[in-house]
């Protein structure tokens, strides 16, 4: 089974993906981040690649995501890239990961893609209120990023805002189930593990 976990930056999609691939265990689920399939920029300088949008599909590399999630479904292992976001380039090491019996993706244009939507027997999306999610952001940026307070202010601003409404809040729409808080929402996810749980439980005993 394959999850897609679409939420606005910053909404708690990250903590819902990886509460659910906690509960089911690293056996049974495993968890790919849009976060590790940008477009490597090293062929750019370093100016020029701060200022790209990265909050736009453009800058996602979905050709190699797609693949990445269709040769899980075919119960192929995949070498999953990773991105240094420090200085916006893709890293040489990769991750090899194996298949399960679920794979969830997040990230924040999962589900504009309609290619990689198509692949989803769940989509799930998380809404969070804006203030809430820049706050996170801000943090995040700062303090795992070695990003400024000034830069994640502009970028925000210049990007992250317009391209989420632009992008981002309309996929809502492709959503299966919507999670008000992400993965605070205790009683959704409980709800939502023990689906998933007694689902991979109905499978195994299908093909046993």
């Known amino acids: 089974m394959i999850l897609g976990i679409c939420g606005g930056t910053g909404s708690g999609k990250t903590t819902v993906a990886e509460r659910l691939a906690q509960a089911l265990g690293p056996d049974?689920?495993?968890?790919?981040?849009?976060?590790?399939?940008?477009?490597?920029?090293?062929?750019?300088?370093?100016d020029e690649r701060v200022?790209?949008?990265?909050?736009?599909?453009?800058?996602?590399?979905?050709?190699?995501?797609?693949?990445?999630?269709?040769?899980?479904?075919?119960?192929?292992?995949?070498?999953?890239?990773s991105y240094d976001f420090a200085a916006h380039v893709r890293r040489e090491k990769t991750t090899r990961v194996d298949p399960k019996a679920i794979?969830?993706?997040?990230?924040?244009?999962?589900?504009?893609?309609?290619?990689?939507?198509?692949?989803?027997?769940?989509?799930?999306?998380?809404?969070?209120?804006?203030?809430?999610?820049?706050?996170?952001?801000?943090?995040?940026?700062?303090?795992?990023?070695?990003?400024?307070?000034?830069?994640?202010?502009?970028?925000?601003?210049?990007?992250?805002?317009?391209?989420?409404?632009?992008?981002?809040?309309p996929s809502r729409r492709f959503a299966d189930i919507v999670i008000p808080d992400g993965g605070k929402n205790d009683a959704a996810m409980e709800l939502l593990i023990e689906w998933l749980a007694t689902t991979v439980q109905r499978c195994e005993k299908s093909l046993s």
Request: with cysteine; proline share 3%; net charge neutral.
């Open 28 to 46: 049974q689920a495993i968890l790919l981040a849009q976060d590790a399939y940008y477009k490597d920029s090293g062929h750019l300088a370093f």
């Open 103 to 169: 794979v969830i993706v997040e990230g924040i244009l999962i589900f504009q893609n309609s290619r990689l939507r198509s692949l989803f027997d769940l989509k799930i999306f998380v809404d969070t209120d804006a203030d809430v999610r820049f706050i996170r952001r801000l943090r995040r940026d700062i303090r795992d990023r070695g990003r400024s307070l000034d830069s994640v202010v502009q970028q925000y601003l210049e990007t992250v805002r317009p391209m989420h409404q632009e992008f981002v809040e």
């Open 51 to 81: 200022r790209q949008n990265f909050d736009h599909p453009n800058a996602v590399d979905f050709d190699l995501l797609i693949r990445q999630v269709d040769a899980l479904r075919c119960n192929q292992p995949v070498q999953q890239p």
